[in-house]
């Protein structure tokens, strides 16, 4: 009976242990959620590992924070409710900063600037937003292009606003007809039209949209991981990282190369 106590104890002590190092380990950890088929944003190799632009600047305020970087894979409607319930510390999928999410989230300074766009196929008539009435029209579900189809659907007369949890199902559902157009952040469209050639953008809409790294409201590391991307901004990493993934120099003055402060409700 001495045995099995003293054996008991002795597992439970070992349980112990490894739970304290899974909580040293976790903590020693920046917790990122990403949607995976945002190239080049971020995007999820056949090894099931994460990359792209915003993956490099996320991986590397991590280290610059002396911490390493745990990536889940995530829908993009998914993030906003895992950051306000501390599942995770950052999301990243090219999320633009808006006074309204500002009401529930924290952003760092913004690291990109971007314009929507209006997508179709290349024969399509869709050459402006007028072009839009009686047509159905692709989102993707959360984003700010679902917002502004919506806020617009009247005034344009569209028919139908139907929304997808990856741009990538949305895109093929534009190449098969599914939809007429699909409204989206230009970046990630142009980058995908590379393959998808029956596809381009028709219409940009210009909305001095901005990406940063969103994080859970008032989260502690905020400030630091901002630091972060400021010094990143002034001795030419971000400006690499964009080097690498656009094939272009970062626009001077943009907001990749230039100090922001904190966004602010």
Known sequence: MSFTRRHLMGIMAAVGLMTATAHTAAADALVIGSYPSNPPFEYKTESGTFEGFEVDIATEVAKRLGLTTEISDLGFQALFAATSSKRIDVAISSITITKERLGSQSFTQPYYDADMGIAAKKESGVAAEADLKDKIVGVLSGSTGDKWSKDNQEKLGITEIKGYNAQQ???????????????????????????????????????????????????????????????????????????KWFGTDAPAGSATVTELPIPTP
């Open 169 to 243: 199902d949305l895109l093929m559902d534009l190449t098969a007809g599914r939809v007429d157009a699909a409204v989206s952040d230009i970046p990630g469209m142009e980058y995908a039209f590379l393959k998808m050639k029956d596809l381009t953008v028709k219409v940009r809409i210009k909305t001095g949209e901005q990406y940063g790294l969103m994080m859970t409201k008032d989260h502690p590391l905020l400030e630091k991981a901002n630091a972060a991307i400021t010094e990143m901004k002034k001795d030419g990493t971000l400006a690499a990282i964009h080097k």
